[in-house]
């Protein structure tokens, strides 16, 4: 999706544009005229001074009309704000594409100068999320939940991996138990503090392993309550759609950002969610294809949706009916 910016090309007020590669200790600045000529590069810290010194920089250089910035919502985040509130219109722009790296080659100066240039094509840079809004609360707290979900994943997987190769007797005590039960269980047992022999070595690493489980769960249960309680009180309209639970609500919050202006129609939240069909026509032959682009963590949030509403929702069944019967009478 890409902004529509203001064009320094066109404007003589705002006759120049900057560039910045973002990096976890330092970020590079290229300054670039409106004709895309090189006027300045110079790198500084990723840090409160070194984003004050970046800002003292721009200002000095006359009026900049944007500054593209490479990963606004990740290594560039804390710079992204900085020059927000320095009143500086900023735009997310892609990384360099390998092609362009073989061409130009591969330095700090180089991709933010790209980054510039980026801006002024007007092509594959798009308005910045902002990240001081309570979607930016729910980022924090979805990130931290999944991370903990997949954590249990993996120890509820490792338990089950060590009870096949426990002692009869262990596995005994255990077989048939559904994981809940069995996380349960073994986090409710007793084992000895004295390990001996390997029935005592594998009952005392399962209760470890289970309380492990139970802990993770319990902490990614109460991120879910911190973010249902955010979601109600500043997206009640979206958690109120059918089939939309608080995890799937807290994902396209997610995936649209703080500024949801910056998705200006449906067409373009269902290409950000790579759900829009893609042209892929030749000759007389018309045809599409399926997007795989996008951001695919909201494409599965959509997805969770549909499957709802495909078996509970009225609407939602007619429709699917409604389409299928005229997609087996194009068919013939």
């Known amino acids: 999706m890409n902004g529509h910016l203001p064009s320094p090309v066109n404007d003589p007020a705002a006759a120049l544009v900057a560039g910045v590669d973002t990096h976890t200790d330092t970020h590079t600045l290229a300054i670039l005229s409106a004709q895309g000529g090189v006027i300045a590069t110079e790198t500084f810290p990723a840090d409160g ?34 020059l927000v509130d320095g009143g500086f219109d900023v735009q997310e722009v892609l990384r360099p594409t390998r092609q362009v790296r073989r061409m130009d080659g591969k330095s700090d100066p180089i991709d933010a100068v790209a980054a510039a240039r980026t801006v002024l094509a007007d092509h594959g840079a798009s308005n910045a999320k902002d990240t001081t809004t309570p979607a930016e609360q729910v980022r924090f707290l979805l990130v931290a939940r999944t991370q903990l979900v997949r954590s249990t994943t993996a120890i509820a997987n490792s338990i089950q991996s060590l009870l096949v190769t426990a002692p009869e007797q262990v596995r005994a005590k255990y077989r048939g138990l559904n994981t809940a039960s069995l996380v349960t ?39 879910k309550k911190q973010m249902h309680q955010i979601l109600k009180t500043h997206y009640p309209r979206l958690l109120a759609v059918y089939g939309v639970g608080p ?83 194009n068919e013939k």
């Open 185 to 223: 269980r073994l986090s409710q047992s007793r084992p000895g503090k004295q390990i001996t022999d390997v029935a005592d070595a594998a009952k005392y690493t399962l209760k470890h392993l289970a309380q492990a489980h139970t802990d993770a769960r319990q902490r990614a249960d109460a991120l």
């Open 247 to 329: 995890i799937v609500a807290a994902q396209l919050v997610v995936t649209i950002g703080g500024n949801p202006d910056r998705v200006r129609s449906e067409a373009a939240f269902a290409s950000l969610c790579g759900v829009a069909p893609i042209p892929a026509s030749s000759g007389k032959t018309v045809r599409h294809r399926l997007n795989r682009g996008g951001d695919r963590r909201g494409n599965a949030a959509l997805y969770q949706i549909v499957l709802t509403r495909m078996q509970r929702d009225k609407r939602t069944q007619d429709y699917v009916e409604r389409r299928t019967q005229e997609e087996s009478r």
């Open 49 to 82: 001074r070194g984003y004050a010194d970046m800002i003292t920089m721009l200002n000095d250089a006359g009026s900049v009309a944007v500054v593209g910035v490479e990963g606004t919502n990740s290594f560039g985040a804390g710079l992204t704000r900085a």
